[in-house]
């Protein structure tokens, strides 16, 4: 089974830096597809960023991207120029390929604080 | 843009009682979810459907759940006698395609006293 790993349960920075929150995940699978949620206070589940496996160019969306390791199965999420509300949970997802309705695997989240 | 619409946004319930969770989904999605977070933890998988009928689902889903989507554009989970620990943030998404993103509702909060 798969699983996804983030190991900072809480991190924090100023207003106006860069952050990188980290996500490791484990699969055999070679082709699957990776995300970055966004959970603010409100609880509403906002997608921040998606990554295909077989792309080897990192994806990026504004302030948000990402440094996709396919080799060491990591997919870390860099916010540039944070932003106060991008206080909120965040949180990493994996995705098997085609095989039916594969469900999101989510890891347990981080915690990112921006402060003024 | 188009959102996912759920409610109630908070349900309060007695144990053993029966609740149902309404979603209506993207109206040109084909492929429907339900996820749940207790507070505090991770989003898990509950339970996916396709073409009418259930496509995977995971442990937590057991006989207790059941999903249905009645009349095309509505997409419910029924929980038949809650418990206590299913108290939790219900999340209901949508997607147009297999391995598409999936859109989420803003949930339903279920408190079961």
């Known amino acids: 089974a798969q699983t996804v790993t983030q190991s900072q349960p809480e991190m924090s920075v100023q207003e106006a830096e860069t952050v990188t929150l980290s996500c490791t995940y484990d699969?055999?699978?070679?082709?699957?597809?990776l995300f970055w949620y966004k959970q603010p206070p409100s609880r509403q589940m906002i997608l921040v960023i998606r990554?295909?496996?077989?792309?080897?160019q990192n994806a990026t969306e504004n302030r948000f991207s990402v440094n996709f390791q396919k080799a060491a199965k990591s997919f870390s999420l860099k916010i540039s120029d944070s932003q106060l509300g991008d206080t909120a949970m965040y949180f990493c997802a994996f995705m098997k390929p085609y095989s039916g309705n594969t469900p999101l695997v989510f890891g347990k989240g981080t915690r990112l604080s921006v402060i003024a | 843009e188009p959102e996912v619409t759920q409610t109630p946004s908070h349900q309060v319930t007695q144990m053993g009682q029966e609740v149902i969770l309404r979603c209506v989904p993207i109206s040109n999605h084909l492929y429907f979810y339900w996820y749940r977070q207790i507070l505090g933890q991770k989003v898990e998988f509950l339970v996916s459907f396709y073409n009418n009928e259930i496509s995977e689902k995971s442990e937590i889903f057991d006989d207790q759940f059941s999903v249905e989507r009645p009349d095309g554009s509505n997409f419910t989970l029924k929980i038949r006698s809650t418990k206590l620990e299913d108290s939790a943030m219900y999340f209901c998404?949508?997607?147009?395609?297999?391995?598409?993103?999936?859109?989420f509702g803003s949930g339903t909060q279920l408190s079961v006293l």
């Open positions: 990554q295909e496996a077989y792309k080897q």
């Open positions: 699969t055999s699978e070679n082709n699957y597809y």
């Open positions: 998404a949508s997607s147009v395609s297999v391995a598409e993103k999936l859109f």
